[in-house]
């Protein structure tokens, strides 16, 4: 009798050993099945650039976390990998090859400065990933691997202008950081102000990280102008802004457009009441009033505290991510050639309203907004376009060879680089 019981217990032991044999197989096949999916994402965390775009890492990986939270994509989750490009071109330009050649990403989600995207540019065409930029650029560039999501200057620059010479004045004084956008947007602005008889009274720029800002304050003094057009990144808006202030230049006596300045930025200033009342277009604000937004800004702040606040490019990486993910979801495929091909015919319900990619080109329809600094450091909008626009690398006004050309010179220039040589204001 108790031989019979030690072979029942003997034949259930291995009953029970097989059944686990082969759960451990189904499961490791299950994973080597659906193994997950590495991204990219690559911003400036250290230098100049990191106060700007530090935040716009954390909209990425909220974007990253609901989607894991949802079961990922294909089934696979999403491993994100963050490096930094340390506000240089040449350095984001070897991380990017670094993260496509041997971390094998799908795509990479980053870049904030023109330069540092038109250094990414030839290794994501090179490897033939992919980019998802979310920053407002220039123009006058189209690429097969870089999703364009920010805005192009026909979508902000230009429209912002024409509100600006019929609400803040027509002689306009031109301020940016010394490197491709802020010169190729003032140069779309100079050809806009001659259509609509606008007087450009002065122009500066600033190298990247510079507080060397005094003598470009007097020089707005003496030229009397009515409105400064202001296209200065990261820390430098700091200087400029408390030396304007110092110089009892107030939003009500000489308001600033600004077209890189949002609520992270604010938060982030020592002085942020300097910027009372200035304004900034972009096409999203935080204050913005729809149910997708309710749901995104409280997503982010019960995620990376109460405290923080969101601006454009956080919104747009973190729609781009979805965008990704729903033409990855809609293709049953990461493959860059499959993604491109899908492009033609997305929409996605985003914070700041719908957004639809352009048939034609790799970019985005997107609305513009006018916001005005209050006390809270936040914006309201006082002006919006009311319609989507659709997005124009090469401005209707400007033909497309005299547009390449102003870009290739200044490129030239710099010594084959999209960042002027280093030197005093000027």
Not at 144 to 159: C, F, K, M, S
Request: a neutral charge; charged letters at 15%; one cysteine or more.
């Amino acid at each position: 009798m108790k031989i019979v019981r030690m072979h029942s217990f003997l034949h259930i032991f291995l009953l029970l050993s097989l059944l686990l044999s082969v759960g451990l197989l189904f499961a490791a096949c299950q994973k080597e099945e659906h193994p997950p999916i590495k991204i990219g994402i690559l911003h400036s965390l250290t230098g100049t650039m990191a106060t700007s775009a530090k935040p716009v890492v954390d909209a990425t990986l909220l974007a990253i976390e609901e989607i894991n939270n949802r079961g990922g994509v294909l089934g696979r989750q999403l491993i994100p990998l963050i490096a930094d490009g340390k506000s240089d071109p040449a350095t984001f330009a070897k991380v990017a090859e670094r993260l496509i050649t041997q971390d094998k990403v799908a795509a990479l989600f980053g870049c904030w400065t023109s330069a540092c995207r038109k250094a990414l540019k030839p290794v994501v065409e090179k490897y033939n990933n992919v980019l998802f930029y979310p920053l407002q650029y220039e123009g006058f560039e189209q690429s097969d691997n870089i999703i364009y999501t920010g805005a192009t200057a026909n979508q902000q620059v230009i429209p912002a202008i024409s509100w600006a010479a019929e609400h803040l004045g027509k002689r306009l004084y031109l301020i940016g950081s010394d490197y491709i956008f802020p010169h190729a947007v003032n140069w779309i602005i100079k050809k806009q102000a001659a259509l609509l008889g606008l007087t450009i009274v002065g122009e500066a720029y600033l190298p990247l990280g510079s507080t060397t800002v005094e003598p470009i304050i007097t020089d707005i003094m003496v030229k009397k102008a009515d409105v400064v057009i202001n296209a200065i990144n990261g820390d430098s808006n700091n200087s400029f802004f408390h030396a304007l202030a110092m110089a009892g230049l107030s939003a009500t006596k000489l308001p600033v457009l600004s077209f890189s300045i949002g609520e992270t930025a604010l938060a982030s200033m020592p002085n942020s009441e300097d910027l009372n009342g200035h304004y900034a277009a972009w096409s999203y604000f935080q204050s913005l009033k729809n149910p997708e937004n309710s749901a995104f800004v409280a997503a982010f702040k019960q995620r990376f505290g109460a405290d923080r606040v969101i601006s454009d490019p956080m919104a747009t990486a973190y729609f781009s991510v979805l965008l990704w993910a729903q033409i990855v979801n809609s293709r049953d495929s990461v493959n860059v050639d499959s993604i491109i091909d899908s492009l033609k015919s997305q929409s996605i319900s985003s914070p700041e309203g719908v957004i639809a990619t352009d048939f034609d080109n790799h970019h985005t329809w997107r609305k513009m907004r006018i916001g005005r600094v209050n006390k809270q450091n936040q914006f309201d909008i006082v002006w919006e376009s009311g319609h989507l626009i659709a997005p124009h690398p090469y401005p209707l006004q400007i033909l497309p060879s005299d547009g390449e050309q102003m870009i290739n010179q200044y490129y030239k220039a710099w010594g084959h680089s999209w960042v002027a040589p280093k030197k005093d204001a000027k």
